[in-house]
């Protein structure tokens, strides 16, 4: 790995494209997919993905861009430390933001603010953190120390806003969808086309997403959804090419937008969020830092891009240089010819423009500036090792496998297929190197599916001994189901003493639902006349079309067949049985948080369908 690799990355990470990434540090664009190619090789991680007009960003990618931007910050600051004659030591200024990092304008502001202020204070560095979306343990910001305190705070303003904050932008809204629209004379004109249109807000702060909630419903727009992940999730939505309209602040815009083919539609100046910094320091820097992020945010916005002047390499034999103080044990330690680490100490000093050391006929004597440089250079390799493990716990993020299994399921139209697979499709968004396995198998087969570790988690109707369960609060009533001419089934409910006469097409015990029926035919006194046992529901749908015999199934499994006229349901009474479905897994081990994830999506959309119905 070298400094004008993750240069390079940075500057990908911004563009639309990698012909445009390439134009601005005035490399080949092969040159750059060749520098990407080797980094991605080298962390074993997916960087970036080809889309409709280019490569966009991953996941991961986002996930290791904060610490790899600070890691080149810290190295030009190094460089005006070592040349600076100031005494004190180097001071450190702590920035964060809860606004969530997505390479747009407001964390852009930030680096291109920090950046501007290196000349004027070379003994001060800046360590900036925006909020990430963390999906997993492997996505985290790690912090080193025990608290971090910071001096620089940068968050949306409260209500009312703090006489104590300043602030430096106000964020309109915009809506951004995948759909082709007309454009407007003026906001308010597309109000009509967003009220037809299903509204979705990314991961945003708790006051940010109440503000737009509270704007949909006094403008008469649906309530928009929350999805479970941020911003950077728009190029994978617009590639899948299914219908999207997110409402978002422009500061987490970015001209990277351009390459996805989205119509972004500005929205009435009554949704606005302010944007403000609080400052817990008294260091000059901190105020000059908020006043060049404001004045950036009110330009044309502009990319971090980064020409380092030291290599990896030079950083590495420098610092061996600075601790073993002995040419010869460095190049040892090293393992290099002496005269090539000459050769390279020569380069750096002519780059910092001070002499490093003094040599001697016992070792080498550092100079100040190698002391201040060593200082600052020790954050440079102390930020790219936090960016290697980080990504090294993403790569086995990556190999990460979950197997869930599932019921058999009737039909592709079912509430419970329609909630699995919107609940599976949000789920991978956020998991992108998650390897997803969906294995389908009756009830019993599940549970010993779960206690031999071959599957993770399993969907289940009925859940036996020695299993860990999480009930999904789903209920659904359990009624013959019959074609639409079928001439013996009586109007409304059936008791339990009606069906004893009736041909029935059931699954043989292995399934919940037939436990079920038997328990229940059990408590009402019933002997259930089963023609034929046919473990294919499908295939049980297909045989009752002739209208002779019928089959027990959820109202929810056939509720759209029904309601088209296609077939018949009578709910089953005295008693009543009713399918409870569970997520199911092995009492030996709690479940990941990335399984939990996934159960806690198809929870809300199973609630979801049962609030339509």
């Known amino acids: 790995m070298e400094t004008r690799q993750i240069a390079y990355f940075l500057a990908a990470c911004q563009q639309q494209n990698h012909a445009l990434a390439a134009k601005e540090p005035g490399i080949a664009p092969s040159t750059l997919s060749q520098n990407i190619a080797d980094l991605e090789q080298e962390l074993g991680l997916e960087l970036f993905r080809l889309g409709h007009a280019g490569f966009y960003p991953t996941l991961e990618a986002r996930a290791l861009y904060q610490d790899f931007e600070h890691a080149l910050r810290a190295a030009e600051s190094a460089v005006a430390y070592a040349r600076s004659?100031?005494?004190?030591?180097?001071?450190?200024?702590?920035?964060?933001?809860?606004?969530?990092?997505?390479?747009?304008?407001?964390?852009?502001?930030?680096?291109?603010?920090?950046?501007?202020?290196?000349r004027k204070f070379p003994d001060t560095v800046f360590d900036i953190a925006f909020a990430l979306h963390d999906p997993s343990p492997a996505i985290q910001q790690t912090?080193?120390?025990?608290?971090?305190?910071?001096?620089?705070?940068?968050?949306?303003?409260?209500?009312?806003?703090?006489?104590?904050?300043?602030?430096?932008?106000?964020?309109?809204?915009?809506?951004?969808?995948?759909?082709?629209?007309?454009?407007?004379?003026?906001?308010?004109?597309?109000?009509?086309?967003?009220?037809?249109l299903p509204l979705a807000l990314p991961q945003l702060p708790d006051r940010v997403v109440a503000a737009a909630t509270s704007f949909c419903r006094d403008h008469g727009l649906p309530a928009p959804h929350h999805l479970n992940e941020d911003i950077g999730g728009l190029p994978r939505l617009a590639r899948n090419g299914d219908p999207f309209c997110l409402l978002v602040p422009q500061s987490i815009l970015s001209s990277r937008l351009k390459q996805l083919r989205i119509s972004v539609i500005p929205l009435p100046k009554a949704l606005s969020s302010p944007i403000t910094a609080r400052i817990y320091t008294s260091h000059p820097a901190a105020r000059e830092f908020v006043d060049h992020m404001r004045a950036a945010l009110t330009r044309v916005e502009a990319n971090n891009i980064y020409r380092p002047v030291m290599s990896l390499k030079q950083i590495r034999y420098f610092q061996s240089l600075h601790e073993h103080r002995n040419m010869t044990r460095a190049a040892k330690a090293l393992s290099v010819a002496q005269p090539a680490l000459s050769f390279l100490l020569k380069k750096l000093e002519t780059t910092v423009g001070a002499r490093l050391f003094e040599r001697h006929r016992d070792g080498l004597t550092s100079s100040a500036a190698a002391n201040r440089l060593a200082t600052v250079l020790h954050r440079v390799h102390g930020r790219i090792d936090l960016a290697i493990r980080k990504a090294s716990g993403l790569t086995a993020s990556q190999r990460h496998r979950v197997t869930l299994g599932i019921v058999p399921l009737a039909e592709r139209r079912g509430v419970l297929v329609e909630s699995l697979t919107a609940a599976v499709s949000e789920w991978q968004a956020t998991h992108e190197g998650i390897d997803l396995r969906i294995r389908e198998a009756p009830t019993e087969a599940l549970h010993k599916l779960i206690n031999s570790g071959v599957i993770n988690l399993a969907l289940v109707e009925t859940v036996m001994p020695h299993s860990s369960r999480i009930d999904l609060r789903s209920r659904d009533p359990l009624g013959l189901v019959t074609?639409?001419?079928?001439?013996?089934?009586p109007s409304g409910d059936v008791a339990f003493a009606s069906i004893a006469e009736i041909p029935l097409l059931l699954?043989?015990?292995?399934?919940?639902?037939?436990?079920?029926?038997?328990?229940?035919?059990?408590?009402?006194?019933?002997?259930?006349?089963?023609?034929?046992?046919?473990?294919?529901?499908?295939?049980?749908?297909?045989?009752?079309?002739?209208?002779?015999?019928?089959?027990?199934?959820?109202?929810?499994?056939?509720?759209?067949?029904?309601?088209?006229?296609?077939?018949?349901?009578?709910?089953?009474?005295?008693?009543?049985?009713?399918r409870k479905l569970s997520v199911i897994y092995s009492a030996e081990r709690s479940l990941t948080e990335i399984e939990r994830s996934l159960v806690r999506l198809f929870r809300r959309h199973l609630t979801l369908h049962a609030q339509e119905r």
């Open 507 to 578: 699954p043989s015990r292995e399934f919940g639902i037939r436990r079920l029926l038997d328990e229940a035919a059990g408590k009402a006194g019933v002997r259930l006349r089963i023609q034929a046992e046919v473990n294919s529901l499908m295939m049980a749908l297909a045989m009752i079309g002739d209208g002779r015999c019928a089959t027990v199934m959820p109202y929810a499994t056939v509720r759209k067949a029904v309601s088209e006229g296609e077939m018949q349901f009578r709910k089953l009474v005295e008693p009543e049985v009713w």
């Open 143 to 196: 912090r080193q120390g025990a608290k971090r305190t910071d001096d620089i705070v940068i968050e949306y303003a409260g209500s009312p806003e703090s006489k104590k904050s300043i602030r430096i932008a106000t964020d309109s809204w915009f809506a951004v969808t995948g759909l082709a629209v007309p454009k407007f004379a003026k906001p308010e004109d597309a109000l009509d086309i967003l009220r037809r």
């Open 483 to 489: 074609s639409s001419e079928a001439p013996f089934l």
């Open 85 to 118: 004659p100031r005494e004190g030591g180097l001071k450190e200024i702590r920035v964060s933001s809860t606004l969530k990092f997505a390479l747009g304008r407001v964390s852009k502001s930030a680096g291109l603010a920090a950046r501007a202020l290196i």
